[in-house]
């Protein structure tokens, strides 16, 4: 019989290796699955690879797809480091992306004001999205896990609402989308690819949740009241102006996604903005061990299995479905690996 | 012994691309040597197909896989690759470039929600053919192309009106722009054509697929008495709702028959492969030029299906009459006196609407119980 039992000390060494163990893992079960659909693993593998790292192009479109990955990773991964369970942040980059539309189609600021302009309201609305449910919990113990799931459907209904109606593009043939942003108002790009400003954001971004994380008080005492929330309150740190503000950096930066990608890539408001963005962000907060520098290393590494994955279809003619599965497995064995991180399994024998 | 073990984890990583991006080296070669060397007896066809829903949806998405289907058996066409739910806007601009990017020569979109990301790329690849299907847009390498399927779909209607017994026939449709409005005003004048009693009942989706909510809108429409459901989606699924309250159902973009066989009456229908094979011999041969294809029945780019043993003989007859008289190009669906379902007269007597004025329909016939979103 195998019985699990919790390890006292996470071994670091298979803390470190884990992440990469499990993309691995996932691996080989899905080479498996493409050897019994009659398909060369090795060959779609390398397909994938060239297809998101072959060329300066595939590169820039793996940074592009890493960018809402980084900024929505870097706001849960705060989040998480104070025990706080931000599941919003889908919901948080839709509500970024709608101030930021607000911004350029009506507010009639041009240029780099702006553009400043429509950070600052994505930043903004985003964060207080993510603030109501940190006032709840704060000021009520409303269990935030429920109140961010939950307001993710609001906000793309609500942006739904708005493409439908009111900011619908009375030129577009009555296609739920905004007009375009007028080009002044779109990020620039490098290169001639679609790699945009959001992108340098994001880095930048990185930068500053690391420095904030580790060099300043606040960053100190979040990790205090994630690590010991009663030794914090003895400490005399006001727990609940944290929580709230926590959770409002941690929206605002979902939301500068959200500016990122209505901004840089789609230049307009419309549906599906985010292909799950702020759930991946959950994976990706957990997969760097809540580390502003391990979220960008795995965002990128994310993005690469993401865009890899349209090679898959175009040069295998692997069904979309198993792409899906695909990601899927990658995504199960990290979570595995994460439970074998703190529990390790023994043997029993019985009978003696 | 534990650091070596990392060392040798960590390794495998930096290795393992490396490895692989040889490799993809080595494949190279032999994909761009086809381009390079393309023969003076025409080029050699490297098409690829970008879908909205999957192939299996039996539906929009299947219908165009058919095509696809057909011309890869031409001899010049060398490979025929697509790629299934694309989601419309910013992510396909990604994929269709790297289609282009892969060498593939000749490209169809086939959702309106890719038009802007079609012209987009296609102003990067001058020398591949873009098709986009259903929009307005075009470019020196960017052509479009389309069916009047409003003409099957006036005879679909002309069914329905003679098969209704409580005179309300319910229209699941997906998005309210001209295409879907189109189809809905056709199908009404011709179920009106028959029975100026009936009215058409309309209930919007704003999804092309998402059969749990198409099933749910047919359900809507048969609560409030409708005996027939027709469609503008990409599922089977109103269709299935329909058979399973007793009510007939008639369907859209492929024959179902087998699959709804309680309730089956006919459906609008697209014959994609005969256009497909036609573009790919122009470009094969070179005499390929921009422009906005709108074929019809006679074209038999559209056509209705086969009306099934519901549909009584003289109903069937009366319905192959019309069809005959719109496939020799006698079309006069939206010839006035037309109102719309305010009462108000928008085609005038005598006069009828021009091709531009029907891409762009944005109002709906008196008859028509529903009204366009603003």
């Known amino acids: 019989m195998i019985r699990f039992e919790k390890r006292k000390d996470a071994s670091k060494l298979f803390t470190a290796v884990a992440p990469f163990m499990s993309v691995i893992f996932a691996l080989v079960t899905a080479a498996v699955i493409m050897l019994f659909a009659g398909i060369n693993p090795i060959a779609a593998y390398a397909g994938m690879i060239k297809e998101s790292l072959g060329s300066f192009y595939g590169v820039s479109e793996t940074l592009v797809k890493s960018t809402p990955l980084i900024l929505t990773g870097l706001g849960v991964s705060i989040a998480f480091r104070m025990k706080i369970w931000n599941i919003g942040a889908d919901g948080q980059l839709y509500m970024g992306a709608m101030g930021a539309s607000y911004v350029a189609l009506y507010s009639g600021l041009t240029g780099f004001t702006g553009i400043a302009a429509m950070f600052a309201a994505a930043a903004v609305t985003g964060g207080l999205w993510a603030g109501v449910s940190g006032f709840l919990k704060a000021k009520a113990n409303v269990n935030e896990i429920i109140v961010t799931l939950l307001m993710n459907y609001i906000a793309i209904a609500w942006v739904s609402y708005l493409v439908y109606g009111p900011w619908k593009d009375p030129n577009g043939f009555n296609f739920p989308l905004t007009p375009r942003f007028s080009p002044d108002l779109v990020l620039s790009t490098f290169f001639n690819t679609r790699l945009h400003t959001g992108f340098i954001i994001a880095l930048a971004l990185v930068a500053f949740v690391y420095i904030f994380m580790e060099k300043t008080v606040w960053g100190y005492e979040i990790k205090v009241i994630g690590n010991n929330p009663k030794a914090a309150k003895y400490a005399g740190i006001s727990i609940d102006r944290k929580i709230i503000g926590v959770m409002f950096l941690s929206g605002a930066l979902a939301g500068i996604a959200g500016f990122g990608e209505v901004a840089g890539v789609q230049g307009r408001l419309q549906e599906g903005i985010s292909h799950g963005y702020g759930y991946t962000a959950i994976i990706v907060a957990w997969l760097a061990g809540r580390s502003a520098i391990g979220v960008l290393v795995v965002s990128v590494i994310m993005a690469v299995i993401l865009v890899g994955g349209d090679s898959l279809q175009i040069l295998m003619q692997l069904p979309v479905a198993f792409v899906n599965l695909f990601q899927g497995l990658i995504l199960f064995f990290i979570l595995a690996s994460d439970f074998f991180i703190h529990n390790r399994p023994v043997i029993i024998r019985s009978g003696k | ?374």
């Open chain 2, 1 to 374: 012994m534990k650091k070596l073990l990392l060392l040798a984890v960590l390794a495998s990583f930096l290795i393992l691309p490396g490895c692989s991006k040889k490799k993809e080296e080595e494949t190279k070669a032999p994909e761009a040597a086809p381009a390079a060397t393309a023969a003076p007896a025409g080029k050699e066809i490297r098409a690829a197909f970008v879908y909205v829903g999957p192939v299996g949806d039996g539906g929009w998405t299947f219908a165009h896989d058919l095509g696809r289907q057909m011309m890869a058996k031409l001899p010049y066409v060398k490979d025929v690759t697509f790629i299934e739910s694309v989601p419309e806007g910013a992510e396909s601009t990604r994929i269709i470039t790297s289609l282009a990017q892969k060498g593939y020569n000749l490209i169809f979109t086939t959702s309106f929600g890719y038009m802007d990301p079609t012209i987009e790329v296609a102003s990067k690849f001058p020398d591949v053919v873009f098709m986009h299907c259903s929009g307005y847009k075009t470019a020196e390498n960017v052509g479009t192309y389309f069916g009047r399927i409003y003409q099957p779909r006036y005879l679909s209607g002309m069914v329905a009106g003679k098969m209704t017994k409580t005179n309300v026939i319910g229209y699941v449709a997906a998005f309210p722009i001209p295409e879907v409005i189109r189809g809905i005003n056709a199908f009404t004048l011709g179920v009106r054509s028959v029975n100026p009693k009936a009215v058409v009942k309309v209930v919007w989706t704003q999804t092309w697929f998402d059969p749990g909510k198409e099933r749910d809108a047919a359900e809507s429409l048969l609560d409030v008495k409708a005996d027939v459901i027709t469609m503008h989606q990409d599922t089977p699924a109103p269709l299935q709702a329909a058979e399973k309250r007793g009510a007939f159902a008639i369907g859209y973009n492929s024959d179902m028959s087998s699959q709804i066989p309680g309730a089956w009456l006919t459906a609008p229908v697209w014959n994609w492969g005969t256009l497909y094979e036609e573009i790919a011999k122009e470009v094969h041969e070179g005499t390929w030029k921009s422009g906005k294809i709108w074929y019809g029945l006679e074209h038999n780019l559209v056509d209705l299906a086969p009306m099934s043993k519901l549909v009584p003989a003289d109903v069937q007859e009366l319905v192959n009459a019309k069809k005959a008289e719109l496939a020799s190009g006698k079309d006069e669906i939206f010839t006035g006196p037309i109102k719309d379902n305010t009462g108000k007269v928008v085609v005038e007597a005598g006069k009828s609407l021009t091709d531009d004025e029907k891409l762009s329909m944005n109002f709906l016939v008196e008859g028509v119980q529903g009204t366009i979103p603003k």
